[in-house]
């Protein structure tokens, strides 16, 4: 059957506005498209290819665990979901994982664990879940009501209640709307999709002291930030905070969806059996391949090269920043950047993405349409970097010069 970009118009649900060219093969950081054409790739599928493209060990496990077994449902354990649990437990805070299938599903748990642990511990009435403004946490009823883009809600109410939002990074706001019926803050380390403005050191100790105070749990929702993404296995250890609940998805399975939320084991125990559960979480296909990625990335020499491609790119950024002028501000924390565009281009980052596309490289947007965004692989090299960055700066060039 012959199918072409106009397909995707007239078949599915146009709920995405996909590039124009058809990718069909990947390797690396490098994608082809339909009719032979290559792409840099500096998105790494929205902060999810930790690896890039096809790696050959994350290849060989999933062949491997095809040809052994698939699916086998929670009524039995596999050794490949108890594998890649017992190597979350040994590198983290946490002592009791819960295998999901996506990021979405990862926070709706970890949300309905923290209020089951409100409400078994100190009663019904301590249910309030704290949020930021523009966060992100998925398209579930919970999720995306937590998530703080009322757009994403917006003509399918009623909501969830019980849900209140406060402006990121702002510590007074915090505190102002903290009271003993908060079951938990949820917050993402680095606002991602929102704008990729790093948590600061005030605002996330604010949100552990606080949490503390009132018996509330903390919940970090690492989806983006986690597995290597900020130059550490999870963000929080660089930031020196300790949830009580984390959430990992997008990286975790350099590409195969599977997801997950860990616990300390006081906090997990509120979980029993009946209250929680879904068909594939753990499935063995997924945790083989995912307790891959962690071997690799969970290493220090693989996490400190994160940090030095992260100031190539930057090295790279204010270079064509210093011919161009296109950027009021380049932040992020490793292999996930934001290149903010000056007023004159405010709302028109996807144009940008677009000259990309023209121009053979892929990145992503973010906040108000307003930030260029770049989450490439992990592993990407030097030359992939350089060859990027060229084409970043011929696409950059072609918006300007329009
Ligand atoms: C992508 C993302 C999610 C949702 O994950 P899905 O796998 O798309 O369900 C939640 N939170 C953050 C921070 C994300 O980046």
């Excluded at 704290?130 to 937590?146: C, D, E, K, M, Q």
């Excluded at 883009?149 to 990074?169: D, E, L, Q, R």
């Excluded at 929680?276 to 962690?294: D, F, K």
Aim: glycine share 10%.
């Amino acid at each position: 059957m012959r199918v072409s970009r106009a397909t995707f118009d007239e078949v599915m649900f146009q709920t995405y506005v996909p590039a124009q060219f058809v990718p069909v093969r990947a390797s690396g950081s490098r994608i082809w498209d339909s009719e032979g054409r290559d792409y840099v790739d500096l998105a790494g599928g929205v902060a999810v290819l930790s690896l890039g493209h096809c790696h050959p060990a994350l290849n060989a496990a999933l062949k491997a665990q095809a040809d052994r077994m698939w699916h086998i449902s929670n009524y039995m354990v596999n050794e490949p979901a108890m594998r890649l649990a017992q190597k979350l437990v040994n590198a983290t805070f946490a002592d009791r994982v819960f295998l999901c299938n996506s990021g979405t599903e990862a926070n709706e748990g970890a949300l309905k664990t923290a209020r089951k642990y409100a409400s078994t511990k100190y009663g019904e009435q301590k249910h309030r879940i704290i949020s930021t403004t523009n966060s992100f946490h998925g398209r579930t009823w919970l999720a995306v009501s937590t998530g703080g883009s009322p757009k994403y809600t917006k003509g399918m109410g009623p909501v969830p209640a019980g849900i209140t939002h406060v402006p990121y990074n702002d510590v007074d706001a915090l505190r102002a709307v903290m009271d003993d019926d908060v079951a938990c803050i949820i917050l993402e380390p680095m606002q991602g999709e929102g704008g990729m403005y790093p948590g600061s050191a005030a605002f996330l100790g604010a949100a552990r002291e606080l949490c503390d105070k009132h018996n509330a749990l903390l919940i970090f929702d690492e989806i983006q930030s986690g597995v290597g993404r900020t130059g550490a296995l999870y963000s929080y250890m660089q930031k020196g905070v300790t949830p009580d609940i984390l959430t990992s998805a997008k990286g975790i399975g350099g590409g195969f969806p599977i997801g997950c939320f860990m616990a300390r084991a006081e906090v997990a125990e509120v979980m029993q059996p009946g209250t929680h559960g879904t068909t594939y979480g753990g499935n063995p296909l997924g945790a083989a391949v995912a307790e891959t990625v962690i071997d690799i990335v969970n290493n220090e020499a693989f996490l400190q090269r994160v940090l030095v491609a992260e100031q190539r790119l930057r090295t790279g950024f204010a270079a064509i920043n210093s011919k161009y002028n296109v950027f009021a501000d380049v932040r992020g924390e490793g292999l996930w950047l934001g290149c903010e565009l000056v007023a004159k281009y405010d709302n028109r980052a996807s144009e940008f993405m677009k000259a990309g596309h023209r121009n053979n490289v892929v990145f992503l947007t973010a906040g108000n349409n307003n930030i260029l965004r770049f989450a490439p692989a992990l592993n990407i090299s030097d030359a992939e970097i350089d060859e990027g960055l060229a084409r970043t700066e011929r696409a950059i060039a072609e918006v300007v010069s329009a």
